[in-house]
């Protein structure tokens, strides 16, 4: 009995030992803890599940390797961080998987039957150490098990991973740096060189908070960004040092504001000046005529000329445009590009100098000295913030000098105006320490609207710029008037009753264009149609057709045929027109944002009769969308109709007659400022 005893005993212990191997084994290949065979029949439920996202990706940082950006207990991925809490993720890092992902977490990862590389391009390096590296990449900074070289710090780098490991790190080390002049999806432009930029380059904030930027973020006109390049491309931007910004890079259009390009540039200097193109310079005396074509010498050497006055406070006439004062002449430099299309001239000067000439040209110097001072802080705020993004980057250029952006050099310079920038220098406008959108237009109708007047009813309205009455009374203050809040001008009746009557409260109301009117006798349908087709092909989400079933789709506009109806029918907060339905006896068309609606409604032929009877010609666009319609009709037929509104201009942000209006009523610039930019703070650049 002794002998079996211990014969049935050695028995157990081996079955004992062979269950517990197949337990440990199981518990390797599946979830911790749990047999093979339970994992394989989650995965095939997820497979057979529709609402679970089969994603292939590679396994990079989980917990003691993963760092900033990445949430606690979530693996960071190829394709991103996902919660995914399981001690698998440790086991398959730097490998290849199947993840089976719903509601944006991770519920299983199967291993990929054959690893192939992985590679993570343009990898920045924070911090080396012996046995791991700090890298940044895709918005996450983690940790990888693999030993550079210190002086590899704060580089890019390619990093290739297979199989659990990684394999390769190879630092990029080859750079260029210079005066940034152009930018483009392609390419950017250098003093020296246009230098291609690959499929994947990535700009990278190294100052501040470190973080990923994109390519309009880079500071066109400076050379704080050090570019680094492979195989001759630009893979990546490293922008090294926040630049204190004082100059401002300005294109000039041609002719009377006629376009970008010029055919030919015909200037002279007030004092010497100089052209450099390439290596080569050639200096020019005062008064000296100088003509350039595409075709001219200078450009053997190079696509970029620069002229340069020899004293600070030496100005350049351009003969070949025509503007509203008599001589068209520029402070700082001008540099004539060419480019495939014609020439493209560019100043660049002091931001305050450039104000110099832009606030006289969009508010009259006879205004009150308060009302200019609070002009120029929105010019100043809003050329600023093109300058933080370039709104030209392709051609080197913060603005142009056109209704584009803001009028620059159509008007001399005034002492007036030049006083009030001087005593606002460097004051900015910002909302979360950002430079706001200091929009601003000429007249008000009583009330001003927000951004959903340009961008569709989708548009999120910036807090600065909401919808307001331009009075110094607001809807409730006064119980013995009715005063409708903003919102309220969305109505229909509350409206036309508004735009009827003439409020003396409002700032603006004895301004000829606080109220205006427009009649068209015979509207003029093929007018209509080609302007119907213009604003398609222009913006096509904001013009739209009517199908069979009713519904409205962007939609190449046909014909209207008989007209039959004109309607607003939405309204913005302040009452400016959102949307106007166009109907036709062939064709229906709804037609979206303020300038599409004073485009179509205008037919180019009549005037406008202001408030005060004095009357304007209209060839491009009614005064505004604050506006409502009445029709005269013959049966069926829209035989004529009459437009009746108030106010100039977009109605966004700060007017400029209400800002007049209220320095003469005793209020200061930053009192104006604060009314039209509720919530904004003042500060100064330099």
């Known amino acids: 009995m002794g002998k079996r005893t211990r014969i049935w005993g050695k028995t157990i212990l081996i079955l004992a030992g062979l269950f517990l191997f197949c337990l440990i084994v199981g518990r390797r290949q599946g979830e911790p803890g749990e047999p093979e065979d339970e994992k394989a029949e989650r995965i095939r439920e997820y497979e057979r599940d529709e609402s679970v996202e089969k994603v292939q990706t590679t396994l990079l940082a989980y917990g003691e390797w993963a760092a900033d950006g990445i949430p606690e207990d979530a693996v960071l991925t190829t394709e991103g961080a996902y919660p995914y809490q399981t001690a698998e993720a440790e086991t398959l890092l730097y490998k290849q998987v199947t993840a089976y992902i719903r509601d944006g977490e991770i519920l299983e990862v199967a291993e990929a039957e054959e690893q192939t590389e992985t590679l993570l391009s343009n990898l920045f390096l924070l911090e080396t150490g012996e046995d791991k590296i700090l890298c940044f990449w895709d918005g996450c900074s983690f940790y990888l098990p693999f030993r550079v070289s210190g002086e590899d710090r704060e580089q890019v780098a390619d990093v290739v991973l297979c199989d659990g490991a990684v394999r390769e790190c190879r630092v990029k080390k080859e750079k260029v740096t210079g005066k940034l002049l152009g930018v483009t999806k392609e390419s950017v432009s250098l003093p020296d060189k246009t230098y291609p930029l690959a499929d994947d380059t990535v700009c990278y904030r190294l100052y501040g908070e470190f973080q990923e930027i994109p390519l309009t973020e880079l500071a066109i006109g400076y050379d704080n960004t050090d570019f680094v390049l492979e195989d001759g491309r630009v893979c990546a931007c490293l922008v090294g040092s926040q630049e204190n910004m004082e100059k401002i890079r300005v294109l000039i259009q041609s002719g009377n504001y006629a376009g970008r390009y010029h055919e030919s540039v015909a200037l002279t200097g007030d004092s010497d000046f100089t052209l450099s193109c390439g290596e080569e310079t050639q200096a020019y ?347 005269d009709k013959t049966q069926e037929t829209v035989a004529g109709y009459t437009v009746t509104g108030g106010g100039y201009g977009h109605g966004i942000g700060m007017s400029q007659n209400g800002a007049k209006h209220m320095a003469l009523c005793g209020k200061s610039a930053e009192e104006i400022l604060r009314f039209f930019y509720e919530g904004s703070e003042t500060d100064t650049i330099y």
């Open 285 to 631: 005396g005062a008064g000296e005529y100088l003509e350039l074509t595409a075709e001219s010498a200078y450009f053997e050497n190079g696509d970029r000329i620069i002229l340069t006055p020899s004293v600070n406070t030496g100005r350049l006439t351009i003969f070949s445009i025509q503007r509203g004062r008599e001589r068209a002449d520029y402070r700082g430099s001008l540099e004539i590009l060419r480019t495939p299309e014609g020439l493209a001239v560019i100043n660049e000067l002091p931001l305050e100098e450039y104000l110099y000439g832009v606030t006289p040209s969009e508010m009259p110097a006879s205004y009150p000295e308060e009302s200019l001072k609070a002009q120029a802080v929105c010019a100043r705020t809003y050329a600023y913030g093109n300058m933080i993004r370039a709104g030209l980057p392709e051609l080197g250029a913060h603005v142009d000098d056109s209704t584009a952006f803001q009028v620059y050099g159509n008007t001399e310079e005034r002492a007036e105006t030049t006083a009030a920038v001087k005593a606002t220098k460097g004051e900015l406008l910002l909302y979360g320490g950002e430079p706001i959108s200091a929009y601003y237009y000429s007249t008000s109708c009583g009330y001003g609207t927000d951004l959903r007047a340009w961008n569709g009813p989708q548009e999120e309205t910036l807090p600065y710029l909401g919808a307001k009455r331009i009075s110094d009374k607001a809807a409730g203050e006064d119980q013995k008037e009715d005063i409708p809040a903003p919102g309220e001008l969305q109505e229909e009746a509350a409206f036309e009753a508004f735009i009827r009557s003439r409020p003396s409260d409002c700032y603006e109301s004895g301004e000829a264009w606080y109220r205006w009117q427009y009649t068209v006798d015979t509207p003029d349908i093929a007018e209509m149609e080609e302007r119907l087709l213009q604003r398609y092909q222009a913006h096509p989400e904001f013009i739209l057709t009517r199908q069979k079933g009713g519904d409205y789709i962007s939609q190449k506009p046909g014909r209207i045929g008989t007209l039959q109806a004109l309607t607003i029918v939405r309204r913005n907060p302040g009452g400016s027109a959102a949307q106007l339905l166009i109907e036709g006896s062939e064709g229906s068309y709804l037609a979206e944002t303020e300038y599409n609606i004073r485009y179509l409604l205008n037919n180019g032929a009549h005037p406008v009769i202001r408030g005060d009877g004095s009357k304007r010609d209209s060839p491009l666009l009614l005064p505004s969308a604050f506006l409502m319609i009445e029709l």
